[in-house]
């Protein structure tokens, strides 16, 4: 049962992570069925949702509603959205990442307009990106759980999926990845000045070349670093340097942009190389893989970001570190480090 009385909040993850999610919110759990894709916490008066890592979306949780009624959802719901925000900016009709999930999907797209057109005649829906979203979350046909979010604390996308597309001579679907990477960790005024043509890049364990494919279609010049080969245009294309070296012992003649790296390393061992990178004063942004155990996930993770911060903070270097786990991720999470300013 949710006690009204206190903070509740609807998370979305990727299915399989909900243990981790309501490890490192520290937050009771009042449903988090395994491989679910969301769960329901209580009791935790404050998130952040940049701090968290597991936790694909985070929204306040005003109630539910049961036994939808196949022939008149519309009334149902109009009656449980709380009276409070007055206005929304946006409605989200959200599902969860599943395969039961998926088909509903179509439902939601046809009920979205319904839905919409009722909030706009009574003046709760607004065109206004700073105002709270409502998000009606979809677990089954029959129920649905009511939430709004803080566009200042939480996943502007739907379903807090951010989507990027792949390109047809792409060397490997991880080229989605590093573009979904970007997305999430750098606004668009960051990705203008940090994302120049003819920035220099490297890329540890660039083969077959996916996260390289993504840097050059930017317009970087990429230093690709790996024992094995890179396949399709990235093999011959002028602004790659393929170096058939050890990517753990390579460093560059001088600073680069940015330092990527997607190598199936223990996690400590990926931490302690970003770090040396930065102490040494060979890149000034890095994004970059940790693989995790299949067990206690949140403290290898813990100890990897751990390790990094104790280095950096005793050399005196400013930085800015975030991490989350992909759409794109499986077992493992991306991490942004980069330089702050003086």
Wanted: charged share 25%.
């Amino acid at each position: 049962m949710i006690d009204k009385s206190l903070p509740s909040w609807l998370i979305y993850c990727r299915p399989g992570f909900e243990r981790d999610c309501a490890e490192e919110t520290q937050a009771k759990v009042i449903e988090g069925d395994e491989n679910s894709g969301f769960l329901l916490l209580q009791g935790k008066a404050k998130l952040a949702y940049k701090q968290l890592t597991f936790v694909r979306q985070l929204l306040t949780l005003h109630g539910e509603v049961n036994d939808l009624p196949e022939r008149d959802r519309l009334s149902p719901l109009l009656a449980a959205v709380p009276d409070t925000p007055e206005r929304f900016g946006a409605l989200y009709l959200e599902v969860p990442d599943t395969n039961d999930g998926k088909t509903l999907s179509g439902f939601t797209k046809r009920f979205q307009p319904l839905l919409e057109e009722a909030l706009r005649e009574n003046s709760r829906l607004v065109d206004d990106p700073n105002l709270p979203r409502l998000h009606i979350f979809f677990p089954n046909e029959q129920r649905a759980l009511i939430a709004t979010s803080n566009p200042d604390n939480s996943n502007s996308a739907l379903n807090g999926i951010q989507r990027v597309s792949m390109v047809s001579d792409a060397p490997s679907r991880s080229y989605l990845k590093l573009a979904e990477a970007f997305e999430v960790f750098l606004d668009k005024k960051e990705q203008s000045l940090w994302l120049k043509p003819h920035m220099t890049a490297v890329d540890l364990g660039a083969a077959p070349g996916g996260w390289t494919w993504q840097l050059v279609q930017r317009g970087l010049k990429v230093t690709a670093v790996d024992n094995g080969p890179l396949k399709g245009a990235a093999a011959t294309h002028p602004n790659i340097k393929h170096l058939r070296q050890d990517g753990f012992k390579f460093r560059p003649q001088k600073m680069v942009d940015w330092l990527v790296c997607d190598m199936v390393e223990q996690p400590q061992r990926v931490a302690t190389l970003v770090t040396e990178w930065f102490i040494g004063g060979h890149t000034m942004h890095a994004i970059f893989n940790l693989k995790l155990p299949m067990k206690k996930r949140v403290e290898a993770l813990q100890v990897a970001l751990g390790s990094i911060r104790t280095a950096l903070n005793a050399k005196g270097v400013r930085y800015r570190l975030e991490t989350k786990q992909l759409y794109h991720d499986r077992e493992e999470v991306t991490v942004f480090l980069t330089r702050a300013k003086k």
